[in-house]
């Protein structure tokens, strides 16, 4: 979104799985008609997330029956006899070791997104509470070293907001180290996914 938005360009974001359909074809062309849409757009981008569910490796049509029509028509669309000048599709999966051979070939350049390490989560934590409603009393160095594993999003959403909820709940006026690192407590487990692929 950001990119498109330096481009000056539409955007055009789509969870693949919305893509698949419940009977023969329909994945294929609702494929063909995302990318009809866009070259009416163009120059536009195009997001795929969770792009492993329409462009599994074709060794899964077993599993599901329309795996090689739908990964025949993305390919046709990437590169196919018609042109998609002005088209830049961008993809993002968690499953990257799914994905069809010719479908990752196609795409220029992938890029992997780890989660942040100590001085980002750092500095995260001190961005998000520069203009904080309560007082901050913590530890923040310490708190950063006690989310290892978690994503700028949790940092924010998940630790962050939650002391704020509860300092207010206790009808606290300040939020201190003890706050976050309870809150980290309620929400850390450890990740069994990999890290998130993008694919330009």
């Given at each position: 979104k950001a990119l498109a938005h330096e481009a000056?360009?539409?955007?055009?974001?789509?969870?693949?799985?919305k893509l698949i359909?419940?009977?023969?074809?329909?994945?294929?062309?609702?494929?063909?008609?995302?990318?009809?849409?866009a070259r009416q757009l163009s120059p536009c981008i195009v997001f795929l997330d969770e792009f492993d569910s329409i462009a599994l490796d074709r060794s899964y049509q077993e599993?599901?029956?329309?795996?090689?029509e739908i990964v025949n028509a993305l390919l046709?669309?990437?590169?196919?006899?018609?042109?998609?000048e002005g088209i830049c599709t961008i993809a993002a999966t968690n499953r990257a070791d799914m994905l069809d051979t010719s479908i990752r070939s196609r795409f220029e350049e992938e890029i992997e997104f780890s989660m942040p390490d100590y001085e980002e989560r750092l500095e995260i934590l001190k961005r998000n509470l520069e203009d904080f409603p309560l007082k901050v009393s913590a530890k923040l160095e310490l708190v950063a070293r006690n989310t290892e594993g978690l994503s700028g999003r949790d940092l924010v959403e998940k630790v962050i907001k939650a002391a704020l909820h509860k300092a207010i709940a206790d009808g606290r006026e300040n939020?201190?180290?003890?706050?976050?690192?309870?809150?980290?407590?309620?929400?850390?487990?450890?990740s069994k996914q990999p890290p998130k692929q993008m694919f330009v």
């Open positions: 000056n360009v539409p955007f055009l974001s789509v969870k693949s799985t359909g419940e009977h023969v074809g329909d994945g294929a062309r609702r494929i063909h008609e995302l990318f009809e849409r599993l599901r029956g329309d795996v090689s046709t669309e990437l590169d196919g006899i018609e042109r998609n939020i201190d180290t003890e706050d976050l690192l309870d809150a980290v407590t309620r929400i850390k487990k450890p």
